[in-house]
């Protein structure tokens, strides 16, 4: 499926900004289920700099500098990517119970490396707490493959919480949202993610888009869709000293579902803090107002009417469903 992705973000200051750097990860990757088939970065203003540069997840990062007062930033990607339905490779070990997974995840002296280890570890954004262990045990059922848990517990997700726009922050715990057992995506990811490195097996966030249909009978709005999060499960191989030999499979908690050929996977990370659409440093500019639209469109359907995009008061964007 060929999809045109536009993800607008539009910064108000007052007072200006004097001068300022960013970093933004905008660029889809390339996957296995995933070709990027064009990329265009716009900035408005004009920066002083710029640059790009693979992180150490190989998302591609983009640096940009203003060295000149300005009251509002606009910074416009565009990207047109070919997906297709994830599969996944023979080599991965589908049917292998989840408390041997965790065991090879174990220290050990002289054990094989598996990058893969770095997702097992707690990061800013999700820390290891009783209460995601106490939840996630319904699906760790003893002997029961790594898979089939993580597809459970992606289900029972979707039935337990609410999707709640209102009720988190960009910084809200992920433990203050599963008690809630309400938030977004990003909440959501990060929920699941804990459960899953509680108990000793890893887990990373993704970010990306997917492609929303619009009402029976309605038109499709630009700039109406939003980003979205979701997880990747690791499954190793069968061999235990195959380092690398494993791969990892995608779940979406939000919508009870697995990603197919409609979702565009954008960055893969710890959590939302190293993978977030926008970030900067700023002289100046003690208040600003931040407008975020995104349209995702079957490049066959390609539309231009007038943006509506949400409308936010932080300093980054929210993710949303």
């Given amino acids: 499926m060929l999809l045109h992705v536009t993800h607008e973000t539009r910064y108000e200051y007052a007072p200006p900004v004097e001068t300022a750097q960013h970093l933004a990860h905008l660029k889809p990757l390339a996957t296995g289920s995933q070709r990027l088939v064009s990329h265009l970065l716009t900035i408005d203003p004009p920066p002083a700099q710029r640059g790009e540069l693979p992180d150490v997840y190989g998302n591609t990062r983009a640096f940009f500098a203003l060295e000149a007062t300005h009251d509002r930033l606009v910074v416009t990607a565009e990207s047109v ?38 997702f097992v570890f707690p990061s800013p954004y999700v820390p290891r707490h009783d209460d995601f262990a106490a939840y996630a045990r319904a699906s760790f059922v003893p002997g029961r493959p790594t898979f089939d848990v993580a597809m459970d517990l992606t289900e029972r997700m979707y039935r337990d919480f609410d999707y709640d726009a209102d009720s988190t922050e960009i910084n809200t715990p992920a433990v203050e949202a599963l008690a809630q057992r309400k938030g977004v995506c990003q909440d959501f990811a990060h929920i699941m993610i804990a459960c899953f490195r509680t108990l000793g097996l890893p887990a990373r966030y ?52 697995q990603p197919g050929e409609d979702y565009v996977t954008l960055a893969i990370g710890r959590d939302y803090s190293d993978v977030s659409p926008m970030r900067g440093v700023l002289h100046g500019g003690a208040r600003h107002t931040l407008s975020v639209g995104v349209t995702v469109q079957p490049v066959g359907e390609v539309i231009e009417l007038a943006p509506q995009s949400r409308t936010q008061s932080t300093s980054q964007d929210k993710e949303l469903p």
């Fill in 81 to 118: 990517v070919d997906t297709s339905v994830p599969v996944l490779s023979d080599a991965i070990a589908r049917e292998l119970p989840w408390e041997t997974v965790r065991e090879r995840f174990r220290f050990r002296k002289d054990a094989t490396f598996d990058a893969a280890s770095e």
């Fill in 206 to 257: 993704v970010s990306g888009y997917l492609l929303t249909q619009p009402p029976p009978g309605q038109p499709r709005l630009v700039g109406a869709d939003a980003s979205h999060a979701w997880v990747s499960v690791y499954l190793p191989g069968e061999s235990e000293d195959g380092a690398g030999a494993g791969g990892w499979a995608d779940f979406d908690p939000t919508n009870g579902r």
